[in-house]
Nanobody
Framework: QVQVVESGGGLVQPGGSLRLSCAAR????????IGWFHQAPGKEREGISC????????YYEDSVKGRFTISRDGAKNTVHLQMNNLKPEDAGSYYC?????????????????????WGQGTLVTVSS
């Protein structure tokens, strides 16, 4: 079965860290850009990070720059999102999506429904 599966969410205190993973099953991530998207309660989903399949370039939304790091693990066919110094506003559902479009296109809200494949999401709670 072809799918992407997120994992790594959970409860963390403000200032803490989590590492999310996006694993591909049934296909290789090598040919795809992978984006991470965050949906806070009651808000629209937004693209927060992305890694290119062509040149390895990365994208970060301003609110996560310097705190989050996206990386590929080719051997495990997985992309990670290391999240440090978590804030209460980082809470919500995190989704990964794969597509062959450039990251700058993938993170646009009007493109979300067109992305090739989405995971089911993983929940992050930031609370003391």
């Amino acid at each position: 079965q072809v799918q992407v599966v997120e994992s790594g969410g959970g409860l963390v205190q403000p200032g803490g860290s989590l590492r999310l993973s996006c694993a591909a099953r049934g296909f290789s991530l090598d040919a795809y850009a992978i984006g991470w998207f965050h949906q806070a309660p009651g808000k629209e989903r937004e693209g927060i990070s992305c890694i290119s399949n062509i040149d390895g370039m990365t994208y970060y939304e301003d609110s996560v720059k310097g705190r989050f790091t996206i990386s590929r693990d080719g051997a495990k066919n997985t992309v990670h999102l290391q999240m440090n110094n978590l804030k209460p506003e980082d809470a919500g559902s995190y989704y990964c999506a794969v597509d062959r479009r450039p990251c700058a296109v993938m993170v646009r809200p009007d493109m979300h429904s067109r992305l090739e494949r989405w995971g089911q999401g993983t929940l992050v709670t930031v609370s003391s």
